[in-house]
């Protein structure tokens, strides 16, 4: 259940009164927000008097289910607006890994002649081996930083452990955590705990409601800003890498109210099969696309079988046009 109470006249310190009720709290403009289990139908007695308004739930999906909030929440960085009423698909592409600063030159002229505002980079890479390209780390992050500056892109990297959250909350526009930090609740409690958007990507192995009630950490934390990305689950095929979810974005669609982006490049593995994807992915009327494209594939550290190269990314932007005009999403 979750309840606004006024804040006027609300015992102090908020914190007794919400553990009393085993509630999870956080102070918004003018109200503050306690979350209770799903489980509890009714205002407790003891908080009626400062009760503004009460929303019960079905489940665990509290703040993020459209029981909440009817209309999609919008979340803003730099000059880009995704979800509200904005009608927004917004392009965030760039290679797997920040790799080098002539790479990521590359990469900011190709989004920028392509008037697409958010670039995608890993500095802390969570790969699968150990014996494998890491992420440049710190010195990644500075290298996204000159792209920023120098084209003023808007850069989304992710975090790989909480160790790293404050160099990233410093350097990034949008902090992404990646398929295997889903669950890592450091990172999610940290992130509840700034104003900064967070992509936040769905485990391959978890459900839709799992991956909805890791987006409810943080926004139980008070971070508004959330934004939830499929990228594919693991089913029992082999041949493409995952298989991307998209009965899952339509009731993400339908039942949240946190804007829906869906990454292709990740749930397909190989770039042959990409822009057809990508091009389904807009048909669908989703609120963002997240797409790996690099100067040199072949050569690429990281994720190299499934980057697009310049070629193949300029002239699949170029198809989603008719797509996003015939269902009236703007690209952006
Ligand atoms: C990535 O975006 O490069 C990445 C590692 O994605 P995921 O966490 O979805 O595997
Ligand atoms: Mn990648």
Redesign the pocket.
Known sequence: MILHLHKSNLPQPVGELAASHQAVWFEADDHFVFVLSSSVKEVPSSLEKWVQSAWTCDSDIQLASKNYRKTLREVQWGNTKIGGTSNNTVIIAGP??AESAEQLEQSAQLLTGLGIRNIRA?AFKPRTSPYTFQGLGLEGLKLLASVREKYGLTVVTEVRDATQLEEIIEYADVIQIGAKSMYDHGILRRCGKTNKPVLLKRGFGTTLQEFVQCAEFILSGGNENVLLCERGIRTFETKTRFTLDLCGAAYLKQHTNLPVILDP??AMGYAYGVPDLTRACMAMGVDGLLV?VHPTPKTAL??AS?QLDHAQFTELMASLHPIAKAINRNIV
């Open positions: 797997c890994s890993g490049s990740h790996e990281s994720d499934q």
